[in-house]
C-alpha cells in the first residue's frame, strides 16, 4: 500500500509541472478511430494531442517555414511534396498544404507511385528510398525541416520546451514497422535535447 501511495504522489508532483488540461480525460463518442485520447499516457508521457496546443508539435499544425530558400505551410506539406515530380504544379500546391488535405494528397501519390512501381521520392535532384528501415536522406531531411520549423516558430518552441522532461508519445495509431521519421515524437525529444 505504501508503495502505491508512493508511486500516486510521484505521478501527482510529474503532472503538476505542466499544464493539467494536458492530461484530462476527454470523453468523446465521436472520436476518429485513428485517434489516441490524452488519457493514454502513462506517468511520465503525454500524447501530444491536436486537441491542446501540443498539436503545435504534430505534422498537420500550420506553422509556416522557409527550408532552402522555399515557404511551406506546414511540415505536412514538405513531406508529401517530395512525393511528386519536382517543378510540377501538383508539387507546388502540396507544399502550401496543411493537416488532413496534405496528407490525402500524400496518399494519392503514393497510390499513383505504386502502380509505377516508384519507392523513392525526391528533393533537390536527389532521389531517395522513401520508407527505410533505418534513418536515411529522407529520415535527414525530415529533421532538418523540423529543426527549421521551431526555430522559425517561437510558439512551436515554447509548446517543446514547456513538455519539459516528458517522454513525448503519439495521437493516432502508428502503421506497424513505420519508418524511423514516422516517429515525429522521437524526432522532437532529440530536438527538445539539442535546444537544452
Not at 25 to 44: M, S, T
Not at 156 to 169: A, E, F, H, N, S
Request: aromatic content about 12%; glycine content about 6%.
Amino acid at each position: 500500500m505504501r508503495y502505491i501511495l508512493i508511486a500516486l504522489c510521484l505521478s501527482a508532483c510529474v503532472h503538476t509541472r505542466y499544464p493539467s488540461h494536458w492530461f484530462e480525460p476527454i470523453d468523446d463518442p465521436n472520436k476518429p478511430g485513428w485517434e489516441i485520447l490524452p488519457q493514454a499516457a502513462k506517468p511520465g508521457e503525454v500524447i501530444l494531442s491536436k486537441r491542446n496546443e501540443l498539436g503545435l508539435l504534430s505534422n498537420f499544425a500550420p506553422t509556416p517555414f522557409v527550408f532552402h530558400g522555399k515557404r511551406y505551410a506546414s511540415l505536412e506539406g514538405f513531406w508529401q511534396m517530395m512525393l511528386y515530380p519536382e517543378g510540377s504544379a501538383e508539387r507546388k500546391k502540396v507544399a502550401q498544404m496543411t493537416a488532413f488535405e496534405a496528407k490525402a494528397a500524400g496518399e494519392l501519390a503514393e497510390a499513383n507511385m505504386k502502380k509505377l512501381g516508384i519507392d523513392w521520392v525526391s528533393f533537390e535532384g536527389k532521389h531517395f528510398p522513401y520508407r527505410s528501415a533505418t534513418p536515411g536522406e529522407h529520415y535527414e531531411w525530415i529533421v532538418a525541416a523540423m529543426r527549421e520549423k521551431v526555430r522559425q516558430n517561437e510558439n512551436v518552441r515554447r509548446v517543446l520546451m514547456q513538455t519539459g522532461d516528458l517522454i513525448l508519445k503519439p495521437d493516432h495509431i502508428e502503421e506497424e514497422n513505420a519508418p524511423p521519421e514516422w516517429h515525429y515524437y522521437e524526432i522532437w525529444m532529440k530536438i527538445r535535447s539539442e535546444l537544452r
